[in-house]
């Protein structure tokens, strides 16, 4: 009994522990998947919005599966960061995503993209469904991002 009250004991301060302990997958914030997820190819992303740095969905792109408060300050891990766009060697390669977008492809069959001019979700729009080949309102001058339904 005395060995049983011991093992229970040592069990449920390994599991306390382990609740204190997060690593960032588990802890991981909608900005953190956007920060680190949204540059995987088409064939392996689920996020269904991507935003494109030249008009006809041209040039490097941005994919973004979660609202974006501010397009220059996304929790990656460690800190902040801005979004940038990914880096394939095309025109945008490495530029920020803020104040620098063109065009959008929205492929979500329930939820409309927003683009906002302002951070904080707030200024001019676009509600982007299915694609949108030159942005109007928010036309290299992009701050935000929302889901709506």
Not at 11 to 38: H, K, L, Q, R, V
Not at 39 to 68: H, M, P, Q, W
Request: some cysteine; hydrophobic content about 35%; charged content about 15%.
């Amino acid at each position: 009994m005395r060995h049983l009250k011991k093992s229970v004991m040592a069990i449920a301060m390994a599991a306390a522990m382990g609740a204190g302990m997060t690593t960032p997958a588990s802890a991981a914030s909608g900005d953190y998947n956007n920060y680190w997820f949204g540059c995987n190819y088409e064939s392996s992303n689920t996020f269904k919005f991507r935003i494109f740095y030249n008009s006809n969905l041209a040039g490097d792109y941005r994919n973004i599966g979660y609202a974006v408060y501010d397009f220059d300050s996304v929790q990656d891990g460690t800190g902040y960061s801005p979004l940038t766009y990914c880096g394939f060697r095309s025109s945008g390669s490495g530029q920020r995503v803020k104040n620098n977008a063109a065009s959008a492809r929205n492929s979500h069959a329930t939820y409309t993209g927003v683009l906002y001019y302002n951070s904080g979700y707030k200024g001019a729009a676009d509600y982007i469904w299915g694609t949108v080949n030159q942005l109007e309102a928010t036309y290299n001058e992009n701050a935000s991002f929302n889901w709506q339904s």
